[in-house]
């Protein structure tokens, strides 16, 4: 089997893809240079990624490949899909090689590939589950089976240890999966559909890096099968709508079927515009993990699982590719910062399953309180978070319309052959935390070259100059393009205003109703007790006209940004109803403190919230002029 020329490529190869506007890069081509991002990667390979492994190990999820190939005589553990944990572990362990060499955890993984693949049937079938005495139910509940949700991980840990090392070992074994798969599922054989999407876009990676048709046809009928043309609304369990849009998003990249872009752009409407998070999490309901009705987006009992929330940036950052607007840039900014990365301790070791947007703490039902975990009966979100801060390198810059673009802004060197020449580009910033960024030509080829700028959304106000130059009118909410032949030193600079903003909801959202929800920048905050002694979170006011104080903290929660604000606190004591209008809180003021969300619970069990209501009705009762 031939397999393309270069096994370097971006987090998704879409270098050779007709639909895309912009190619990623390859993950070795960007160095992080410390600030906000090289920390996390560094305890995510450090501690997270071994860490994980030994949990694996301890809780049978690896002695089940040893079983299946009688290395050793175990009992399977674990649900039907946890082959899937292992192979996101895989695909994380391989992006952190993309990034820099680890002979160790090179030596580590080749041992985990060794095991998976001695585990595959002389027919290519692989799954430790549906052997032995689970044999017969081989693929008779698609719905609920996850066999090709475990494929799809299988493929993309395979292709991202590839692009890693150059090593083929467990690229030719999801090549014989795949194979086996094509060969028995499809029109004129057996039906069969993905109860959990993933297949999809795994199939069509895999069509990218050996050039097969039959994957990037596979990958067609299993959104078929789904029926992914007609949907008109993001519905359904949140991961799994995800990762489908994910598979459209990749299909219609590689063949421009309109009836699926029609789809994805309908049902990224209806996400955004309805039955998204503030955070970027996704889905509003434990029953299911599902999303809800429209506006349905309560806090207290929001799952907005960490996965749904890996879902949603893979999604926006093939929208991104596909069209180059910058709205699907934001939108995976908001992710990453908010809803994604409260999902992992500071520590890099334990991880929230659910992201609610408020928690009682000590203060409410146990059960209710919300700490994180190493370890999940359901572990899919531990490994999903790991490969994702590992490939976190590829989502920074993309190359297209003759030059590169500036998605993500983390100090940073991109080093990139332009076909002309070699383009290296180092930035600088203080971000998020500071709105000013510096980008440095180091090296450049000798024609001309556009340099397209992201100007986030959320900033009312930026400057962007050339050489100390100022750039005319950059626009909130698009790309500012500087076109020229660039030389060494030459220097662009942003400053993006971050002031605090008070951001309301739409009135549909009953919870959020008269509420506000401060941000700074790409981050949300949210008010937590341990910051605030002897106020009760539950029972806070935002004044009328609230004054804001920014304050980095070096020390903190591995340095943040603090917000302290005035605030009411109503005492709220006297029966649970009374007549309208007779009811008078006491009310005092307090200064409280504010830290970004994703920040929150890495100092025990504590009370959070995030939309505060506002405390306007309270001072006219309090006055009596209600």
């Known amino acids: 089997m031939r397999v393309a020329e270069g096994f370097e490529a971006g987090v998704i190869d879409n270098r050779s893809t007709p639909h895309c506007r912009v190619q990623g890069v390859p993950i070795a081509d960007v160095t992080i240079l410390g600030g906000f991002w090289k920390p996390r990667m560094e305890v995510n390979r450090l501690r997270g990624i071994p860490r994980l492994l030994q949990l694996l190990e301890e809780h049978g999820i690896v002695d089940n490949f040893r079983r299946v190939s009688k290395r050793k005589e175990a009992v399977r553990r674990g649900p039907l899909f946890t082959d899937s944990d292992l192979y996101k572990w895989m695909e994380g362990a391989a992006f952190v090689l993309q990034s820099s060499k680890d002979a160790e955890l090179d030596s580590t993984l080749d041992r985990m590939i060794d095991e998976v693949v001695a585990a595959q049937g002389p027919d290519g079938y692989l799954n430790t589950y549906f052997v032995d005495e689970h044999a017969s139910e081989r693929y008779t509940k698609f719905a609920h089976n996850h066999e090709f949700y475990c494929a799809g991980h299988l493929i993309q840990a395979a292709i991202a240890h590839y692009r890693a090392t150059g090593k083929r070992n467990l690229l030719d074994c999801a090549v014989r999966f795949a194979d086996h798969l094509a060969s028995t599922f499809g029109p004129g054989k057996r039906d069969g559909f993905s109860g959990h999407p993933e297949l999809e876009m795994a199939m069509v990676e895999l069509y990218r890096t050996t050039r097969k048709r039959e994957y990037l046809d596979f990958a067609r009928y299993l959104l078929d099968q789904i029926g992914f043309p007609s949907r008109t609304a993001i519905e359904g369990h949140a991961v799994r709508a995800g990762y489908a849009c994910c598979g459209a998003a990749d299909y219609f990249a590689e063949t421009g079927d309109k009836p699926t872009w029609s789809a994805l752009e309908r049902l990224w409407s209806d996400m955004a515009d309805r039955k998204v998070y503030i955070t970027g999490g996704l889905g509003s309901r434990y029953e299911g993990e599902t999303f809800g009705e429209p506006y349905e987006l309560p806090n207290l009992r929001a799952y907005a699982e960490t996965c749904a929330a890996v879902a949603n940036a893979m999604w926006n950052w093939r929208m991104l590719a596909i069209t180059g607007k910058c709205r699907y840039a934001d939108m995976l900014e908001t992710v990453l910062y908010n809803g994604f990365l409260s999902g992992v301790s500071l520590s890099g070791d334990t991880y929230f399953y659910v992201n609610p947007l408020e928690s009682p703490g000590r203060s409410g039902n146990a059960e209710r309180g919300h700490e994180r975990k190493e370890w999940y009966t359901t572990t899919c979100c531990p490994p999903n978070v790991q490969r994702m801060i590992a490939s976190l390198p590829g989502y920074i810059y993309g190359v297209a319309d003759g030059g590169v673009w500036l998605n993500l802004y983390q100090p940073s060197r991109l080093e990139h052959e332009m076909g002309s020449g070699t383009l290296i580009l180092e930035q600088k910033t ?121 304050q980095f903290r070096p020390r903190l929660l591995g340095g943040v940004g603090t917000i302290r604000f005035n605030a009411l606190v109503a005492a709220q004591k006297g029966p649970l109803y009374s007549t309208s209008g007779t009811r008078r809180p006491r009310l005092r003021h307090v200064n409280a403190l504010a830290i970004p969300y994703y920040a929150w619970a890495n100092r025990g069990l504590s009370s959070m919230l995030v939309w505060l209501p506002r405390g306007a009705c309270l001072l006219a009762r309090d006055k009596g002029t209600w």
């Open 430 to 550: 203080s971000y998020p935390w500071y709105g000013e960024v510096e980008v440095i030509v180091r090296d450049a080829p000798s024609k001309r070259l556009n340099v397209l700028f992201r100007v986030p959304a959320w900033t009312d106000a930026c400057r962007v100059s050339l050489n100390e130059r100022r750039i005319p009118n950059p626009k909130p909410g698009t790309y500012c393009k500087i076109s020229r032949r660039w030389t060494p030193g030459d220097r662009i600079t942003a400053s993006f205003d971050t002031p605090v903003r008070l951001v309301e909801a739409h009135p549909r959202v009953r919870e959020d109703f008269s509420c506000w929800a401060i941000c700074r920048g790409p981050l949300v905050y949210c008010v937590e007790s341990v910051d605030n002694p002897g106020i009760p979170v539950q029972d806070l006011f935002l004044q009328p006209q609230p004054t804001f104080k920014f």
